[in-house]
């Protein structure tokens, strides 16, 4: 009683039924590399982010960015949008602008008048928040830039509520991770490449712990 023991697996996968099994007899453990970053809710929210503002023609990205908790968006909507804009890049653009008088501002009237009412309303409170942190691009570092944009967002109570439960310290180690690709690039001369920042999250793992109490 009060002591530890150590457990180990020849694969992960066979930890699916063996802590939960643990955690339903209230034993604490903690584990090393059990949990992918990459697989974790808050990391796939900031990736989608750090992708999407790092590169304004990545579809795929502000797909994801505007179907995220950070905004909400139906897929409706989104088709809704599309179909206004003609093509998604012309979205992007308008959603990025800061320019709300004249033709845009018509713009932005017409297209509030579209959406269901809740894409509206969440849609005008994404923009909103976020056309202030677009307009210092290239004017900021790379991570004190997204980590603005992400707190701006509302990031800081997303990963306080997230799936995975409370998951702060897996956001601030991909910001760490983000700002040691970027330093890097900077001293070699070359582009910061999302590649190469992919590659590292890959080989990271989030902090592991049951949920039933301290470690022994």
């Known amino acids: ?6 457990l180990l697996v020849r694969y992960r996968s066979h930890l699916k039924t063996i802590l939960p099994a643990m955690e339903d ?3 604490a453990w903690q584990g090393t590399d059990i949990s992918p970053l990459k697989q974790r809710e808050v990391i796939m929210d900031v990736y989608s982010l750090t992708k999407a503002l ?25 088709q809704v949008l599309k179909n206004y804009f003609t093509n998604f890049k ?3 653009a308008w959603l990025v602008s800061s320019a709300e008088l004249g033709p845009a501002q018509t713009r932005s009237t017409e297209v509030w008048s579209i959406l269901s009412k ?16 677009w ?6 570092p790379l991570r004190q ?35 040691s690709v970027d330093q ?3 001293l070699s001369g070359k582009p910061f490449a999302m590649e190469e920042l992919e590659r590292r999250v890959d080989r990271l793992y989030a902090s592991s712990a049951s949920k039933v109490g301290g470690t022994d």
Do not use: M, T
């Not at 009683?1 to 150590?6: F, L, T």
């Not at 990545?58 to 994801?64: C, K, N």
């Not at 944009?149 to 991770?177: R, T």
């Open 184 to 186: 890097e690039s900077l």
């Open 118 to 133: 809740n894409g509206a309303s969440r849609l005008k409170s994404f923009s909103q928040r976020l056309r202030p942190q």
């Open 25 to 27: 007899a209230s034993i």
């Open 1 to 6: 009683p009060g002591g530890s023991i150590a």
């Open 145 to 179: 830039w997204i980590e603005s944009a992400w707190y701006s967002l509302g990031g800081e109570f997303l990963a306080a509520s997230s799936h995975d439960g409370e998951d702060s310290g897996s956001v601030s180690d991909f910001f760490d991770l983000l700002e």
């Open 54 to 78: 790092h590169n304004p023609v990545d579809e795929i990205s502000w797909v994801a960015l505007l179907r995220s908790p950070f905004c909400g968006l139906s897929l409706s909507d989104l």
């Open 90 to 92: 012309r979205v992007i």
């Open 135 to 140: 307009e210092q691009r290239e004017r900021k």
